[in-house]
């Protein structure tokens, strides 16, 4: 008994400073962040100096180039490109669309899709049926599509709290219904912006047509659009309003690119990986500064972090600025294959691609009631201070999915930072430098460190 | 034992009933403020309409106008105004600054602290003094300080994660630096502007002469500027660098003024309060959005959700309007000494005064550390849902601190929401309300909803 006791207080010893310890570490990698974080400045030429960088387009070629050069510059173990050939879809000219009220021509903000087709050279004109889900399309059938423009005006579910929520239910009209109005014989597909916003901004976003279906013109409007259109629906008769819409857009010939990879490697465990990514390609309406230049900045600065304050990491830390999360998913596909034919160890992998907002914490794909209950127990604590402890189950990201599947015992994790104001910004032209904040940045850069940190000492067998 | 363990049972299943309908109940809160909400649209009138409101101006009468016909027009069930002097400063023409160095003459951003004395009408022109802290001025003392501009250039330090308690730390720079630069001897002051950001913004605010001492100009200058003169000053010798400051503020006889209150009667209680607040004032540069506009307009939400959502408090529940908290606090002193005079009773009372950004929870002015484990027990889960959950020992407001000498059973609670980008735009031009988020401002009212809620069914005895 006496000897149990005196071991329950060594132990109980040993791991109070183990927290200590690692509390001090924490606290270490925020200093750094937050008193010398470089990932602002980085940011600030990724977005200024570059700009826009759609799979395929020179921009992108660009920033893989620049990423490589910045890596190397840290003195990372290792700094390579992961060669991935992705598809090269181009919006060509400035898109056009009209509301055709009788004599009246309202012009309506509008952005082809990613990956839509373009229409004739003389636009499109119909009428319009509009529609708020893909059942309400089926419900109408052919005999009401055909030879029309759907609408869908499926509205942003305000009350989720979290908006990355609404945007999964609204987006579905986004992603699926372009195909689905094409199989009942529509001519084209406009779609409300999937966003909490009421703007004039239309927001831009990847549709995915059927292998072998019809492919028609899809294009996003904004929400002050589709509301003044649905409500001319409403007051007039429909065959007096028809919709036009114009727009060059097309897919080209596959080009080849590249994932951007650091390491710094294990002490320990050279052969056993920790991977932090987001993708380094954006959508071209702008300088694709929170979808995704932060997640790409917050990767490296992690890695910069850990060899700034010192910290010997037991096992090897990648960051990954993966090519092509917009319309395609290559890059996260080709790391996967890489890592399995490598037959790569990998402990986790964590995806910051939600904006580089205030951290308010981590979610763990396919974390099961104890695992949470033993996770939130062990480290909670020591992400309270930092307001970064929200440790859920939930999602992780599009470009570490993959590796799921190949490598079963990994866990993926997502960065969670507050999502209010991402929609609102998401994939219009809106999404600049200039809406990014210092400090919610370097929040986020130090909060994965912190993670990065914990698992790479304890791992993640709860 | 078993009719023991039946009652526990009883007991036990009545707890889970009551957090069942605590839950249900707070969602309905939450469903009218996202879905139905005014408060933006409020907010867009108070701050495009009406604009600055520092107290004794214009726009602060003004405001006090509509601010109670807007309450009236929801008919609650008292709406009043409550009469208070306030104090009249006024910045008069726009502030110019220069560093002289030699024939050069650099441009610097300034606006007067606000309460300070002008200048003479062809401006004040001496040799600089930098110091970093009070503690610097007191080492140098008067042979040093005599006849010079001090300069206090405390940086703001990042490395706390609430920016508040950063500003805390810088602030007292502001507050007591030009009096007690003043008792040496020095001729002005300037001051570095409180905040994190670095850019060409001055950030006005208050500063507090001593009620004998002398009285020299104080202003703020844009933290670029001041890491410009900083530079200059370390390069060259001091007596070629000089400061030159005009300012033509002034403080002009009080002014009668009001608190605008609006009081939905308790049920069980009437001369029982739970009071929710805000200041109308704010400062002369911008729109006051953030500071406070986002806090009166959550307070008057508060209210029309509990009224539109038909909840009944037993309760009486007060949405205050403060004025004057910026310089001279008044109307808190004012609305105090009318409830001690009263002789109501008050619970509680919870100030938004932190900007309408998201909410991350509440913190409770000298909670004990027992108070603190069994609010987090009953209430935390509830919150949870909504990540406004952080309920912690911790400051309330300026508005409402009076209560706590006059009312020692009242429990004085503060809103909090995100800190990181308040302090960027906090008494500068950019507080407009451009820089406010829809969907943070909505979220902030239904979370103080849901906590007076909580209070007004189950009291604050813990």
Partial sequence: MKKFLLLSIFLAGAAISSQAQDSVQ????????????????????????????????AGAAKSVEWSKKLMEGYGFDRVYLQEVMVPHWVRGAKEQAYIMDGKNKIAVPVAALGMSVGTPASGI???????????????????????????????????????????????IQRFAGPAAAAKYGAVGAIVRSITPALDDYPHTGGT??????KKIPA???????????????????????KFYLKQS?????????????????????????????????????????????TGVMQSVEV?????????????????????????????????????????????????TDEGGFTPRGFSFEDASPKFLKEINKSWKGLLEPYEADRLTA???????????????SIKLIG????????????????????????????????????????????????
Same sequence: chains 1, 2.
């Avoid at 200093?31 to 387009?57: F, H, M, P, T, W």
């Avoid at 990648?318 to 890489?338: P, S």
């Fill in 219 to 241: 294009a996003a409007i904004s929400t002050l659009a589709a509301n003044k259109l649905s409500n001319m629906l409403k007051l007039r008769k429909l065959p007096l309003i």
């Fill in 125 to 171: 004109t119909a009428n319009i049926v509009e529609v708020r889900s893909l059942k309400e399309l089926d419900a109408l059938g052919e005999s009401v599509i055909k030879g029309k423009i759907v609408f869908f005006n499926g509205p942003f579910d305000q009350r989720f709290i979290e908006t990355g929520a609404g945007y999964g239910a609204a987006g």
């Fill in 26 to 57: 924490i606290r270490r990698f925020y200093d750094e962040a937050l008193v010398k974080g470089q990932c602002y400045d980085n940011l600030r030429y990724l977005c200024k100096k570059i700009g826009q960088r759609l799979s395929g387009s």
């Fill in 249 to 293: 857009c097309q897919t080209l010939p596959d080009v080849k690119s590249y994932n951007v990879i650091g390491e710094i490697k294990g002490s320990e465990n050279p052969n056993k990986f920790i991977t932090v990514g987001g993708h380094l390609d954006s959508w071209d309406l702008a300088e694709g500064a929170h979808d995704d230049g």
């Fill in 394 to 408: 939930g999602g992780s990201g599009t470009d570490i999915g993959p590796l799921k599947e190949a490598i079963p």
């Fill in 415 to 462: 960065f969670r930072p507050d999502s209010q104001r991402y929609f609102d910004i998401h994939h219009t032209p809106n999404d600049v430098f200039e809406n990014v904040n210092k400090r919610e940045l370097e929040l986020g850069a130090a909060a994965i460190t912190a993670l990065v940190y914990l698992i790479d000492q304890h791992g993640l067998n709860f």
């Fill in 208 to 213: 995915v047509y059927a292998e072998s279906g």
């Fill in 303 to 351: 890695l910069r972090i850990i060899k700034a304050t010192g910290y010997k990491p037991k096992n090897s830390i990648r960051a990954v600025f993966f090519m092509n999360e917009e319309n395609g998913h290559k890059g996260g596909i080709k790391y996967t294959e890489q890592a399995a034919a490598d037959k790569e160890e990998h402990i986790a992998a964590i995806e």
